[in-house]
């Protein structure tokens, strides 16, 4: 009996699609397959092309899809064309060897232009958010870099809708543009930028349902030469009646849940994530949404009967 292999190959994109459709978080995915935001990053991103078939089964699990829906197609196999005698084999690897100079000298020169040896590669930024926020509170907005010590300047911008308000970021931007939804923050050493917090406000009159994207650009400026790359990882917020902190939008803020946020309010002590807040629905054991004064209210729940 032949066994299933160890490892399968999955596709990134196939998996951020479900994901997204699904309208789940990185951070719940990693949580159901026991793995880290960042190695569910990396699936998404094609970075490991193949995982392990007990991985790629517990993350099909979590996006609720068979496990064929997140492997890779397969190429089709082709009839085998007949082969070549040596003349023809000689000359047409003298072509293959000459398409593979010009590729590389075409890759060389924009990849490492004038010699810098600078490569896109070499900044990351990627964003991570809660599911959802509710009309008129606060939602944080973490951003994570990761950027090699060639890169002397770097320029990030994020982009959010009209409307939405920046009330706090750690550290604080070079510029903020509130009415347009733009915001900047600009160093000259962004090998030791590690990480960007910042809270935006929702609107009150925002609509419960409505998707929400954020977008984000990274330019660099490394001996002359511009790279632009696009800020990776989540992008999209559910306008909702839950807090941010409620991960699964249960109406409650469980224990898992409130140790992600005691995580999230280490990074920063210039931010007010509002812990307090957080805490007296944690403690309730659950909560509501006032719409008409747009915050969170404890409710109280009964204990669990005895055994």
Request: charged share 20%; glycine share 6%; with cysteine.
């Amino acid at each position: 009996m032949k066994s299933a292999p160890p490892s399968v190959a999955i596709d990134g994109e196939k998996i951020r699609h479900i994901r997204e459709t699904a309208r789940l978080t990185q951070l719940y995915v990693a949580k159901v397959v026991n793995v880290t935001t960042d190695t569910v990053s990396r699936w998404e991103n094609n970075r490991y092309p193949t995982i392990r078939r007990d991985n790629a089964l517990k993350l099909a699990e979590a996006l609720e899809v068979e496990l064929a829906q997140i492997l890779r197609a397969e190429e089709p196999e082709s009839c085998l064309p007949a082969p070549l005698g040596p003349r023809r084999a000689g000359a047409l690897k003298l072509v293959l060897f000459g398409i593979f100079l010009i590729g590389g000298a075409v890759a060389a020169w924009f990849f490492w232009p004038s010699g810098s040896g600078i490569r896109s590669e070499l900044v990351r930024v990627e964003r991570f958010l809660p599911p959802q926020v509710a009309p008129g509170t606060r939602v944080p907005v973490h951003l994570r870099l990761e950027a090699d010590t060639k890169v002397t300047g770097l320029i990030l911008r994020e982009n959010f809708p009209p409307g939405w308000i920046l009330v706090e970021a750690d550290p604080p931007p070079t510029s903020l543009d509130n009415l347009n939804g733009s915001v900047r923050w600009m160093t000259r050493h962004p090998q030791q930028l590690k990480q960007i917090v910042y809270l935006l406000e929702a609107p009150t009159a925002v609509s419960a349902g409505a998707l929400v994207n954020l977008e984000g650009e990274v330019v660099a400026n490394p001996e002359g030469q511009n790279l632009s790359i696009v800020v990776v990882g989540e992008s999209s917020l559910l306008v909702a009646p839950y807090h941010w902190a409620d991960e699964n939008a249960d109406l409650t803020i469980g224990d898992g849940e409130i140790l992600d946020v005691s995580d999230l309010v280490d990074l920063s002590d210039n931010i007010h994530f509002g812990w307090n807040e957080i805490e007296a629905l944690w403690d309730a054991g659950a909560y509501r949404f006032d719409l008409e004064k747009n915050q969170f209210v404890p409710l109280k729940t009964p204990p669990p009967p005895d055994s």
